[in-house]
């Protein structure tokens, strides 16, 4: 088998080097052939000592050699090691994406290389001269319209409101005597006829109130008429 000659300089490191011996041998990288590309590494970098800086391969190599020897070892049965290729591997795939992604940028270089950009120019807009002469009352009159449009956009006041909308105080303990009232003509009403539909919604929500807080206190209680089908509203008496 003729011998493949590689010249270091084209390799930018041990790393690329033995990235490329294991794609021309089309292997998988988690599962090298050791032996294999242990010795073609070694003969990529015989001579090596032409070069000047020459020590990140001597390292690549002593690794690979001391994988190899691992690699060669019988081992015990009942033990279960690590497969020593496995460090090497993470680091040829991290290497992988690094050299994939430098070529893309690459790319990206060589598009804008070409390229011309114009330099920006400042333009000047001249100014024209204002010679009109305003009166006083012009002046006053723009302030004022200033003003105005300031004081539309700001938020009303709360007091603003006074007068336009109000709020209706309505007491429970008037409605706790409005319901006595009413249970003291007849014992029992519907629940329906303690709301007249002339109060408004303040006035109904203290009656229910009201009720509700008689209920709690054994004044009066609340039934369904299965008659009427309704609920219904009695006093309790002493």
């Given at each position: 088998m003729e011998k493949v000659l590689y010249k270091l300089e084209n390799f930018e490191g041990p790393l690329d080097l033995l990235l490329h011996l294991i794609t021309k041998n089309k292997v998988n990288i988690y599962d090298i052939p050791i032996v294999e590309?242990?010795?073609?590494?070694?003969?990529?970098?015989?001579?090596?000592?032409?070069?000047?800086?020459?020590?990140?391969?001597?390292?690549?190599?002593?690794?690979?050699?001391?994988?190899?020897?691992?690699?060669?070892?019988?081992?015990?049965?009942?033990?279960?090691?690590?497969?020593?290729?496995?460090?090497?591997?993470?680091?040829?795939?991290?290497?992988?994406k690094y050299k994939?992604?430098?070529?893309?940028?690459?790319?990206?270089?060589?598009?804008?290389?070409?390229?011309?950009?114009?330099?920006?120019?400042?333009?000047?807009?001249?100014?024209?001269?204002?010679?009109?002469?305003?009166?006083?009352?012009?002046?006053?009159?723009?302030?004022?319209?200033?003003?105005?449009?300031?004081?539309?956009?700001?938020?009303?006041?709360?007091?603003?409101?006074?007068?336009?909308?109000?709020?209706e105080k309505v007491s429970v303990e008037e409605m706790v005597e409005k319901v006595c009232k009413i249970l003291a003509q007849k014992r029992k009403v519907n629940f329906k006829s303690m709301f007249d539909k002339k109060e408004s919604k303040p006035e109904k929500i203290a009656t229910f109130l009201a009720v509700l807080e008689m209920i709690k206190l054994n004044k009066i209680a609340a039934d369904y008429d299965y008659q009427k089908k309704d609920y219904v509203i009695s006093a309790i008496r002493p």
């Open positions: 590309i242990t010795d073609q590494y070694l003969d990529a970098i015989a001579g090596i000592e032409e070069l000047d800086d020459t020590s990140e391969f001597l390292v690549l190599a002593a690794q690979l050699l001391y994988i190899k020897s691992k690699m060669l070892l019988p081992k015990p049965e009942e033990e279960e090691e690590e497969d020593p290729r496995e460090d090497l591997a993470r680091r040829l795939i991290e290497y992988k994939e992604a430098s070529l893309e940028l690459r790319k990206s270089e060589f598009f804008s290389r070409d390229m011309c950009f114009k330099d920006t120019e400042k333009i000047d807009f001249p100014i024209p001269p204002y010679n009109r002469q305003h009166e006083t009352i012009e002046l006053i009159n723009a302030f004022n319209s200033i003003m105005q449009r300031r004081r539309r956009r700001e938020k009303p006041k709360k007091k603003a409101f006074f007068g336009i909308v109000g709020r």
